[in-house]
């Protein structure tokens, strides 16, 4: 079964400042990956995907991420983050196998921004 | 067009007692998931609907969960004889087909159990 690992429970960063969420996965193969965002008082919003192909993916809002698989990561990256990226952000694996279609998600990394 | 829409915002209900969430998915959205989200432990799979097909319940954590989507459409979760670990904000979440697609979240349910 597939389990994804977000090891920073709390970040803090400065607005201007760059940005890296880390996200490790397990799964037997090459997985489906994503990064969802919740907002204060909204629901889960998708960021990003990566499926094949380019390991670098561009999302939304100027995030992206990176699919290394010799480290099993898929790490969310934000050059210069704004206020309103203060949010909870979460990592998801999705198994390839059919049968399997879920999500798995981890605990999550709950972003702040200090002025 | 309007996305996916959870009934009620909010629930409080007293232990033993049973309770229905509901869930309207985006029209034409034929895979329709539910979630579990508790303090500090993320999103919980509890079920997933894919068309016609026998719904995925592995994630339901006991027989006193229960699930069904009528017509394709709406689902309702079930929790029997609630308990107060039960409380938590349940998601609910569809996307066109399956996992590839892009799951859009409703607002949840927050179910409080006292």
């Known amino acids: 079964a597939q389990s994804v690992t977000q090891p920073d429970i709390h970040i803090t960063v400065s607005e201007g400042a760059s940005l890296e969420l880390r996200c490790n996965y397990s799964?037997?193969?090459?997985?489906?990956l994503f990064w969802y965002v919740q907002s204060p008082g909204q629901g889960l919003q998708l960021l990003l995907k990566y499926f094949s192909g380019d390991t670098l993916v561009q999302g939304i809002k100027g995030f992206e991420a990176e699919f290394k698989r010799s480290q099993s990561s898929f790490n969310l990256r934000k050059p210069s983050v704004h206020w309103s990226d203060a949010a909870e952000y979460f990592c998801a694996v999705g198994a390839r196998n059919f049968g399997n279609e879920k999500l798995t998600f981890g605990t999550g990394t709950r972003l702040t921004i200090i002025p | 067009g309007a996305g996916v829409s959870q009934s009620p915002s909010n629930k409080v209900t007293e232990k033993g007692k049973d309770v229905e969430l509901r869930c309207d998915p985006i029209?034409?959205?034929?895979?329709l998931y539910w979630y579990r989200q508790s303090l500090g432990q993320g999103l919980e799979f509890l079920i997933y609907?894919?068309?016609?097909?026998?719904?995925?319940k592995s994630g339901l954590p006991s027989d006193r969960f229960s699930a069904e989507r009528t017509g394709g459409s709406v689902s309702t979760l079930t929790i029997q004889r609630t308990q107060q670990e039960d409380s938590a904000v349940y998601l609910c979440a569809s996307s066109l087909q399956g996992v590839t697609d892009t799951q859009y979240f409703g607002p949840g349910t927050r179910l409080t159990v006292l």
């Open positions: 029209s034409g959205h034929t895979a």
């Open positions: 799964y037997g193969a090459t997985p489906y």
């Open positions: 609907f894919q068309g016609n097909s026998a719904p995925d």
